[in-house]
Each structure stands twice: as structure tokens, then as C-alpha cells.
């Protein structure tokens, strides 16, 4: 990698070590913020303000860095600011884009290698955290052999999804969780004409969906993972080569099994025209017993017990046609990347907000319930939000010692809070319902078991592709993409099979085989670069 840069500001002055120096005197750094004038935070937190906060106050007083926000703005508006402000080239001293945005902008010349800046200044916790996920961040953020942004490193695990079961309908057909695709179709039948709710109306379905196929609750993409199709993953083929899942013939036959379930009548008539939010009411009215979804869909599901307290969901691994265990697909995550512009003189402050971040809520002497979860969200005052990919896994196993031992004393804040939520569900009191969503996750049999199991396994499949994004993908990917949903939908809706195979020639008529040929010599470039 090309480490060609300027060198570092020398008016910064030594304290403890170079990753936590301090600016004396304090330098201005100016970002755009999205903030919701709904969220409800500042009720909570008087005194405190986005532009002046715990998190703002922090980095002032510890690394010389006082922020400032050029504007701040919520969804759409902030979009469509955000969007004028790239095109134009005004942009802060520091801007939270995408990888697309970020080959934009340094296409563009419009922000500085901080190849350099990343070196000198990350400090060992940084290096080891952002590392977590591997060389991929790095790679997504690395143009022409420079290092244009800092990642903010996603958990590709967290991606994982599970089959979340109503286990009440189980309970009351007599039925077992399915181990095969085959028994898991046989469910979603009975779960749509066994009356599983008993209220003698044929008014439920087998499966959810939503309108978008790959949502992370709700979605289809660990469906037909099951027929080994992976549909918006770059993999590698048996010659070697990386080839797109959406046009494998594997997906065909995925397409058709969905296609069964929605003539069968097994799948809501609407749900190509529901979002998540609507399928979520329509699960929460114990009309759907069997969703595809993250660790969080727990949260999702807990409306159909405010509405029916007997209704319980667990979650249990996906499953394959073959019966064996299903590889569960786990899309590259990391999407965020800090760029820093190309005038602006203090690029390592950004690097510097990175360590004391991680530091603060994760180090040796963390101050985790002051500037983490106090128990609100004040995590999020701050601009930066880095995060051990592991930690949630990592609490589950630290809970899980404790409830083998019965010695929980080495619980870390993080995972202390949550056993707190698990025993308020677990005393069966007034406010249980408050952790019932902790427990479905972090519990005994909760989702993080399965996980490990998903672990030990050898069960998860990456992403092979975590390049940034070549030049056919800023030009054409939005189309690709766009057409490969629509026939999907199309199919799943009724129309022939035959139309994915019209759709793959497409694709790669209009991008797809250029994409191909740019992503193969990316890989090529990290085989040799590893040899």
C-alpha cells in the first residue's frame, strides 16, 4: 500500500503518547450531522445538546478538538443536503460517507490519503478493534493504493440471521422445529392451514416477507441460502475465480420453492407492497409464524406479545435442502468510512476521536456507564461510534460462564447491563416484558447460542468481495441490482422461471461481465499481494 502523505501537524503537544496527544491550542473540526427532532434523547439528559454533549465536552477537554456542525438535518432532508453538498464539493473538514461516495470523493481530489495519518497515530486498542474484521475495511477504503478513509468497521457476524419460530404454535400442533427445507416447508403448511392460533379462521401464513427480499428481518436472503443460492454475495467458484450469486443457477430453484409457497397461499398476497414496518404489524398481530431476521428481530417481535402474551418465538439455525448444515451468509458490512478534506490541517484528529472513543467505552478503565449506555443511548452523541465486532458475542459468553460457575464477577459493563434486563424477565414481575427481548438474544437458548453453533460449525460464509467499488459498479450496480429484484419479485409473484434466465444474459449484457473482469483482478491483486 502507497503511504505517501504530508506529514503531521507540529502543533500538537505530547500526553501519555502520541494516540492521545492534545492540541494546544484547541483546533475547530466540522462535520454534518443526521439527528431526528423526534428522538427523545435530550428529555433524558438535561443540559446536554448535540453540539454540546458529554462526547463533544470529552474530546475538547482530552484531545484539544472542538466540534462543530456545519448543519444538521434528519432522513430525507438530510439526504438530499448531504447529496447537493458532494456533488458540489463543499464538504466538512471531516464527512461520514459510503464506499461509493468515498471513490467519488477522491475520484474527485477532493479528500487526502491518510495512509500516513493511520499509521502514526492509531493507537494499539484502534489497530486491534479495526481489525477485527480483517484486512476487508481497509481494503473498501483503499484507492489506488491509498488509504482514503478510516472504516468504521461493521460485524460481519452480526449479520447472521436465524429462523425465528412462533414456538406457541408449535407447542399447539404438536409439531418439532425443522432440521431440513423440506420439514421447514411442511411447517410453513401447517403453520397457514392448521388453524395455529385456534381461533377457528384460516387468517395466517407460513413465512413473512417484505417488499424488499434482502431486508434483515423479514427477508428471503437465508431462505433460499438454504438451496445454497446467495444471491448478494461475491463467491469464490470451483476453478477459483469470484463470480456474482445473484445469476447461479442455484437461485433458480431457490425462486421456484418461493414461488410454491406464495400460489399455496403460504406467504401474505400483499407482501410485495409491504415494508418491514407494515409486515412487522402484520406478525405483531399473530398472523405470520416464521421469520428470517438478525439477532435484533427480537425487538421486532415483541409487538405480537403486546398484543398476545402466550406468543413466544425462539430462534433456531437456518436450514438446508440437502440437510446438512446450511452456510449462512454474511454480506461484507462495513459501509462506513471517514474521509477527511483535502484543506483541512489536522487529519490525525480524526484518528485521535477514534482512539479515545474505543478507550473510553472499552478500555482498561472504561467509563462505559458514563459515555455508553447511562442507560440511555449516549453512545450516539458522539460522531464517531467505533465498536468491537465481537462484544455482543463476547457478553453472551461471559454470561454463559457465569451461568455455568455461578460466578458472574467477571461480567464486563457491557454484558453486566444485560443480565440486569435478563433477570427483570426471568422474575416474571410487572416490567418482565422490558426483557424478554434481552433474554431472546443473550439467554441460555438464545440467539448467540445458535451463533456459536454457527461457529463451531464452520457454518458462516463471507464475502469474498471487499474491494472498493469498481468502476462498473458506481455506473451501473444501482441498475444491476435494481433489475435483478424485479425479477425476482416477478417470479416469486408467478411468472415463468424461465425469466431468470433472460435476467442473467441481461446482466451481464449491461454491466454484469465488466463487473466480473474488475472484481477477478481485484482478487488477483490480493493473491499476489499475500504471496
Do not use: C
Request: charge should be negative.
Amino acid at each position: 500500500m502507497d503511504r505517501r502523505t504530508s506529514p503531521g501537524d507540529l502543533s500538537v503537544t505530547q500526553k501519555n503518547e502520541p494516540a492521545f496527544s492534545s492540541y494546544s491550542p484547541p483546533v475547530e473540526l466540522s462535520m454534518v450531522r443526521e439527528f431526528s427532532d423526534d428522538d427523545d434523547l435530550f428529555d433524558f439528559l438535561p443540559g446536554e445538546t448535540l453540539e454540546d454533549n458529554r462526547w463533544t465536552r470529552l474530546y475538547e477537554e482530552e484531545l484539544g478538538i472542538k466540534i462543530t456542525y456545519d448543519w444538521i438535518a434528519d432522513g430525507e432532508v438530510y439526504y438530499k443536503k448531504f447529496g447537493m453538498a458532494l456533488a458540489s464539493g463543499r464538504i466538512p473538514d471531516v464527512v461520514k460517507v459510503n464506499a461509493q461516495q468515498l471513490r467519488q470523493l477522491s475520484n474527485a481530489g477532493l479528500i487526502q490519503d491518510l495512509s500516513e495519518v493511520y499509521e502514526q497515530n492509531a493507537s494499539s486498542f484502534t489497530r486491534e478493534t479495526l481489525g477485527e474484521e480483517g484486512s476487508g475495511p481497509f481494503e473498501a477504503a483503499t484507492i489506488d493504493g491509498k488509504l482514503m478513509g478510516i472504516p468504521q468497521t461493521a460485524s460481519s457476524i452480526e449479520g447472521a440471521q436465524y429462523l425465528w419460530i412462533r414456538t406457541d404454535w408449535l407447542e399447539r400442533l404438536g409439531l418439532e422445529p425443522p432440521s431440513t427445507m423440506d420439514e421447514l416447508l411442511q411447517l410453513s403448511k401447517a403453520f397457514t392451514e392448521g388453524d395455529p392460533d385456534g381461533n377457528g379462521m384460516d387468517d395466517t401464513y407460513g413465512l413473512a416477507a417484505t417488499s424488499y427480499l434482502w431486508d434483515p428481518v423479514a427477508g428471503l436472503a437465508n431462505f433460499m441460502a438454504g438451496y445454497g443460492a446467495y444471491p448478494s454475495l461475491w463467491l469464490k467458484d470451483p476453478g477459483g475465480r469470484l463470480v456474482y450469486g445473484g445469476v447461479q443457477p442455484q437461485v433458480k430453484t431457490a425462486l421456484a420453492s418461493l414461488q410454491k409457497l406464495y400460489a399455496g397461499g403460504q406467504m401474505d398476497p400483499e407482501f410485495s407492497l409491504q415494508d418491514g414496518a407494515k409486515v412487522k404489524k402484520i406478525v405483531g398481530a399473530g398472523k405470520i409464524g416464521i421469520v428470517y431476521g438478525e439477532q435484533w428481530a427480537s425487538f421486532w417481535l415483541q409487538l405480537s406479545r403486546e398484543q398476545n402474551p402466550q406468543a413466544q418465538w425462539r430462534a433456531y439455525p437456518i436450514v438446508s435442502a440437502a440437510g446438512s448444515k446450511a452456510k449462512v451468509p454474511l454480506p461484507f458490512a462495513t459501509n462506513q468510512f471517514f474521509a477527511v478534506k483535502k484543506e483541512y490541517e489536522h487529519p490525525e484528529a480524526l484518528v485521535k476521536m477514534f482512539n479515545l472513543y474505543l478507550k473510553t467505552n472499552w478500555g482498561e478503565a472504561a467509563d462505559y456507564k458514563t459515555y455508553y449506555s447511562n442507560p440511555y443511548a449516549v453512545w450516539g452523541l458522539s460522531p464517531v461510534t467505533p465498536a468491537p465486532g465481537r462484544k455482543n458475542l463476547n457478553a453472551f459468553y461471559q454470561l454463559e460462564h457465569g451461568r455455568r460457575t455461578g460466578d458472574y464477577s467477571g461480567l464486563s459493563d457491557e454484558a453486566e447491563s444485560i443480565k440486569r434486563m435478563i433477570d427483570i424477565y426471568q422474575r416474571g414481575g410487572e416490567d418482565k416484558e422490558s426483557g424478554w427481548g434481552w433474554e431472546r438474544i443473550y439467554g441460555q437458548e438464545g440467539v448467540f447460542s445458535v451463533l456459536d453453533q454457527y461457529i463451531q460449525n464452520d457454518q458462516l460464509l463471507y464475502e469474498s468481495f471487499v474491494g472498493s467499488p469498481t468502476e462498473t459498479m458506481l455506473e451501473k450496480n444501482s441498475l444491476l441490482i435494481n433489475m435483478q429484484l424485479d425479477t425476482y419479485m416477478d417470479i416469486i409473484l408467478g411468472s415463468p422461471l424461465d425469466e431468470f434466465d433472460r435476467f442473467t444474459e441481461e446482466w451481464e449484457r449491461f454491466g454484469g461481465t465488466a463487473l466480473t473482469t474488475e472484481v477477478n483482478r481485484w482478487y488477483e491483486g490480493q493473491s499476489r499481494k499475500s504471496e
